[in-house]
């Protein structure tokens, strides 16, 4: 297999120099800074001027936008809402030192679909499904989405587990994603 091409966003020169050096100890990974397959956004916050530069990193006129994994200590809907749009597809934290998390998670976005298939057809989730997902992406936990549905919490989980798994998701901030793309929040 080829080495994923993997362009690097970060707050500042420091941090991209210790991203830079992180990722290179992976043979399968090669850091550039034009034409990438993947796009590695690190930052504290994700803000306006982050996503302007992750737009100006993935804007390739037709050709399709390689996929954007972000790692960040917050994040607030409405830029998760655009992130989605610039070709999301993964969300860290920030404190992860696994470099084969970050390894998957940036195979998953080179490897995403010119046409990613959650964007190809309507989404298939029911009116409770996108009640949770709702919830969760204004960033309730699920005992408090519970208690605002009046379900236990194990019903919650056993929801955002049944999408992201029928739908082929990474964890939750993914599902949050997939169904801000549908069009559903």
Known sequence: MNAIAVRVIADDQDTRDD??????????LRVVTDDADAV???TDEVSVFT???VRAATDRGCAPRPGV??????????????????????????????????WDALVQAANRPATAPEES???????????????LADGHDTSA???RLRYSERTVKYII?????????RNRAHAVAFALRQGVL
Do not use: F, W
Request: with cysteine; aromatic share 0%; glycine share 2%.
């Open 69 to 102: 994994v972000v790692m960040c200590n917050r994040i607030q809907r409405q830029e998760l809402l655009h992130a989605a749009r610039l070709g999301l597809v993964s969300v860290l934290s920030r404190s992860i030192d696994d470099l084969d998390r970050l």
């Open 40 to 42: 590695l956004v690190v």
């Open 51 to 53: 996503l302007r530069a």
């Open 19 to 28: 991203t830079v050096a992180r990722l290179q100890r992976c043979p399968r």
């Open 121 to 135: 057809r309507p989404a298939k989730l029911s009116t409770r499904e996108i009640q949770v997902l709702r919830l």
């Open 161 to 169: 587990h049944d999408v992201v798994t029928r739908e082929r998701l």
């Open 145 to 147: 989405i519970a208690v």
